[in-house]
């Protein structure tokens, strides 16, 4: 059975290696986790804060935060031309009446 994570407690644990000087093996103890998960954990926040674009849940909070913000831009850029094409037709439906 594999277990999950949040993405909160990754983090921490990524940031004794990689912020704070712990090995692989130290952090992993630490905190109970195996230590191939700790060394993927540091590894891929260490790509985060290189601006590395990686393609599973993110380390870091700011990472997180930027996904979500990423995801709500792009509705509401969709809200807007769903506007923008209703405007445009009820602007000539309108037109269309007065003549």
Excluded at 34 to 43: E, F, I, L
Excluded at 55 to 65: A, G, H, L, V, Y
Excluded at 66 to 83: A, T
Aim: glycine letters at 6%; one cysteine or more; proline letters at 2%.
């Amino acid at each position: 059975m594999t277990k999950h994570f949040k993405p909160e407690f990754r983090q921490e644990v990524a940031e004794l290696v990689v912020d704070k000087g712990y090995s692989v093996r130290e952090a992993a103890d630490a905190m109970g986790v195996g230590k191939s998960t700790v060394d993927t954990w540091a590894r891929l926040l260490r790509k985060e804060r290189n601006g590395e674009v990686i393609q599973c849940t993110p380390i870091s909070e700011e990472r997180r935060k930027i996904l979500v913000l990423e995801r709500e831009i792009q509705q509401l850029k969709m809200e807007k031309e769903i506007l923008k094409k209703a405007t445009a037709l009820l602007m000539s439906d309108s037109m269309n009446g007065l003549r």
